[in-house]
């Protein structure tokens, strides 16, 4: 059989379909059987088609914890589709992948090289090793207002530094659709005997289009996560991981059973398999009237007198490629930050986009967008910029802002950080003790502060300064941030910490 025949196939979707045809009588999970014990308010609401294929592990469909049947086939054709020799399909997101991959790869006490920018998934899969993080530093490019990649240059310099670290995890392309430059990258990390692992959470769509950038597996990378809910067309949760025969597989399919809900929403996975159908049948298609429709808006935003970049910033230090897709507006010329202008798009216009940040707004484009969408959106912003005064001085501090640049210093693992004794303190007395918690504006899901971290004046005036943004800020227990919980442990003085002297 051809690729496109076979590719067409849709094996777990069809059983899944099949079985909530023959409509069986139910002795067995989930509660609600078939949806009849579903509350009518809900059921008239979503339909009840959908609580037909909300399933339980059945010899029909196969299960993911030790995939036989439909499931093993479905996820051999994504390893197809995606290029890569293993595939598994994932239903806690994005996240649960990062954990897996590197749990699978680094033990407690191995260094991991990782972007000081990882998403607090990579975090926690940091904390839950017991892997000790050694950080890269992207650059922010305060013009554009955004966070850029890491370069090829910059990791060679840390497996330099850091010559036993185990393997190096980076994100790209990033939210804003900024990818590195995968394949020397892996070059560099198979150069020094590294495993390069890729947060690929906003490239499911990468492989399908030439016109996209090369995908994390096109790359050579040995394992990838793709958030397939993200961009393409699976259900919220539903994400797929890629590896290659180069990692021990066996190990990450222990590690994916450890960390897995033993009851999988079929609904999640069945979404899996129908979005590797599609992307795999016609991915070039769709993503090529996604593109052109991106390319078109981006040219109308900049007609407009906003700012929205495209290819044309290739090559600026940390950026590689570009995916189009991705309309970062900047919102400096309509006079105001981009927390305000994502506002007014949603309480005014109707109109929510997927993040805010001091000067911009992030608007993902994808396969679901119409042009009437972007009608609306262009409109709205036309009037914004029309309606607002530019306020000189806020656009002045938002366009200050960037992460902390000078490296923290790690004082302790992650994982000891956060499982150690600690103590709730006001913020501003906690400068130079270290961190038991994460910090992390959200989104984009960029901790500023990780546990295990000393806490410098520069970090906590950062924090300050999104707090009275109005910045979501999340992961930390005082959602006001006037206290931190910062380490509490006498070993620390003992190892030259500085901050048990502050104990009052
Ligand atoms: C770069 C990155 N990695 C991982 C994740 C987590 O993905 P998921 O929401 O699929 O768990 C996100 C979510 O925003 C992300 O932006």
Redesign the pocket.
């Known amino acids: 059989m051809e690729y496109s025949e076979r590719q067409l196939k849709t094996p777990l979707f069809t059983a899944v379909v099949n079985y909530a045809k023959k409509k069986k009588i139910s002795f067995h999970t989930p509660g609600h059987k078939h949806g009849d014990g579903i509350p009518k308010m809900f059921r008239d609401f979503v339909g009840s088609r959908i609580f037909d294929i909300d399933l339980t592990l059945l010899e029909e469909v196969d299960s993911l914890q030790d995939p036989k049947t439909v499931i093993k086939e479905a996820q051999k054709l994504a390893a197809e589709a995606y290029g890569a020799d293993f595939s598994f399909f994932?239903v806690?997101?994005?996240?649960?992948?990062?954990q897996a991959m590197i749990l699978s790869v680094c033990s407690p006490g191995e260094k991991i090289i990782i972007p000081r920018n990882?998403?607090?998934?990579?975090l926690a899969g940091v904390i839950l090793s017991g892997a000790i993080p050694v950080y890269l530093y992207p650059k922010y490019d305060l013009e554009l207002g955004v966070i850029c990649n890491v370069t090829p240059k910059q990791v060679e310099e840390k497996i330099i530094e850091n010559p036993d670290a185990k393997a190096i995890l980076i994100?790209s392309p990033?939210?804003n659709g900024i990818a590195a430059d995968i394949r020397e990258i892996v070059r560099v990390a198979h150069q020094y005997k590294k495993i390069l692992l890729v947060?690929e959470?906003?490239g499911p769509h990468l492989k399908f289009h030439p016109d996209l950038p090369l995908s994390a597996m096109e790359g050579g990378a040995d394992m990838c996560?793709e958030?397939t809910?993200?961009i393409i067309s699976g259900m919220?949760?539903?994400?797929m991981l890629h590896a290659r025969k180069t990692v021990d597989i066996l190990k990450l399919k222990r590690i994916l059973q450890l960390l897995h809900t033993t009851s999988p929403s079929y609904i999640l996975m069945a979404s899996l398999d129908v979005a590797r159908m599609q992307m795999a049948t016609q991915g070039r298609e769709i993503l090529s009237k996604v593109i052109n429709m991106a390319n078109e808006a981006r040219t109308d935003i900049k007609a407009a007198g906003m700012e929205c970049f495209g290819k044309e910033v290739i090559g600026r230090e940390g950026i590689y490629d570009v995916d189009v897709t991705k309309l970062t507006i900047d919102t400096r010329a309509a006079g105001n930050s981009g927390y305000e202008v994502s506002r007014i798009l949603n309480k005014q216009y109707g109109i929510q986009v997927e993040f805010a940040a001091p000067t911009n707004v992030l608007a993902i484009m994808s396969l679901g967008n119409t042009k009437e969408d972007i009608h609306r959106l262009l409109k709205a912003l036309k009037e914004i910029k029309k309606g607002y005064t530019p306020n000189e001085e806020l656009i002045k501090t938002v366009s200050s802002v960037r992460m902390p640049e000078k490296e923290s210093e790690v004082v302790l693992s992650p994982r000891d950080a956060s499982f150690s004794n600690t103590k709730k303190i006001q913020f501003k007395e906690a400068i130079g003790m270290v961190s038991a918690e994460i910090i992390c504006p959200?989104?984009?899901?960029i901790p500023v502060l990780a546990p295990g971290e000393k806490i410098t004046k520069e970090v906590y005036e950062y924090i300050m300064f999104l707090k009275n943004l109005g910045n979501v800020i999340n992961g930390q227990d005082d959602k006001n941030l006037n206290t931190v919980k910062v380490v509490w442990d006498a070993r620390l003085q003992a190892a030259g910490g500085n901050y048990i002297d502050a104990e009052k």
């Open positions: 994932l806690n997101g994005t996240t649960i992948g990062n990882a998403h607090k998934s990579v994100t990033t939210y947060d959470a906003h996560v958030s809910h993200k919220t949760q539903a994400s959200y989104p984009p899901g």
